[in-house]
């Protein structure tokens, strides 16, 4: 114990001294946590390092973060100025345009993280295979990925023969990956679920293979390993994402 006046004011700075430090670690460990859990908006050079697995990954980490509720802190004003001059996505993702399922939050991905083409039944035709090569070859996208998902109902009206206007050629870029599934000949039809999903997943198969085949340009860098092309199914029900 301080026996005078001068060792008690000693004793007390130090005291308070090891406080401040203490605090101070304290603060900087929150600050380095906080950093943690931002978002980083996508430069030129962020993109430049994120290699094709590095960047399935990134969607992958997204995507338990989303079932887990724990998602990124972003401020999307920021990022849209920050993106406004430029923008580097790290990866395309073609989707479906079913309301249940979004490439950007159910990847847990801000504004200028990744590029989006949706179409009902997730297929690609030459305007998003175009689309897909500006994503890779003009604008750096290292990956790929195409998202299909339970529940579709464009895979169901494919099932189904349905007849609607324009849906009806939409429709019909589905058609193969019908026609691919084998079995279920007791019920091939919208109404056996598991029929549904067995197509919903023949139908990614299927637009990867379409992407490499009808496209000599993402061919080409798929074979360099300049990009990656994979496929997930997302699960409505649970906000899951199984990679294929």
Known sequence: MAKTLEDRRTFLRNVGSGLVATGSMAALASSAQAAHHEAVTQTKETQAAITPEKALQMLKDGNDRFVQGKLLKRDHLQQVKATGAGQFPFAAIVGCIDSRESATLTFDQGIGDVFAARIAGNFVNDDILGSLEFACAAAGAKLILVVGHTECGAIKGACDDVVLGNLTQ??????????????????????????????????VELTMQRIRQRSAILRDMADKGDIGIAGAMYDVHTGRATFM
């Open 170 to 203: 939409t429709l019909a870029n589905l058609k193969p990956a019908v026609a691919a599934v084998s079995g279920f000949e007791s019920d091939r039809t919208s109404k056996n679920g598991k029929f549904v999903q067995a197509v919903a997943e023949k139908n």
